[in-house]
């Protein structure tokens, strides 16, 4: 069974900075692509940026510049280092592989205000 555990969150003001980190188990973790995905209550969950197997990666228009997403393949973890923190960023943090499992963590919050 796929094991994702999300960590890191935090309140934070405008144009702080948030590391989250994603402990993943259950799965072939080198070979699969690995994403971040965020979710505001009365939304849909938002795929915001992937990283795949051969460390390449990609964004969301609304996160681009600003965060990064990065992959330990020897520890099986993810990261998202945010910075540049908008309110609008304020949500709930999932990863998950890309194509999604049907498997979820609990989830990271992250709250963005002054």
């Known amino acids: 069974q796929v094991q994702l555990v999300e960590s890191g969150g935090g309140s934070v003001q405008p144009g702080g900075s948030l590391r989250l980190s994603c402990a993943v188990s259950?799965?072939?973790?080198?070979?699969?692509?690995m994403a971040w995905f965020r979710e505001v209550p009365g939304q849909l969950r938002e795929l915001i940026a992937a990283?795949?197997?051969?460390?390449?990666?990609n964004y969301a228009d609304s996160v681009k510049g600003r965060f990064t997403i990065s992959r330990d393949n020897a520890k099986n973890m993810v990261f998202l280092q945010m910075n540049s923190l908008k309110p609008e960023d304020t949500a709930l943090y999932f990863c998950?592989?890309?194509?999604?499992?049907?498997?979820w963590g609990q989830g990271a919050q992250v709250t963005v205000s002054s």
């Open positions: 990283v795949f197997s051969d460390g390449s990666t």
């Open positions: 998950n592989r890309l194509p999604r499992t049907i498997y």
């Open positions: 259950g799965l072939d973790f080198n070979t699969n692509t």
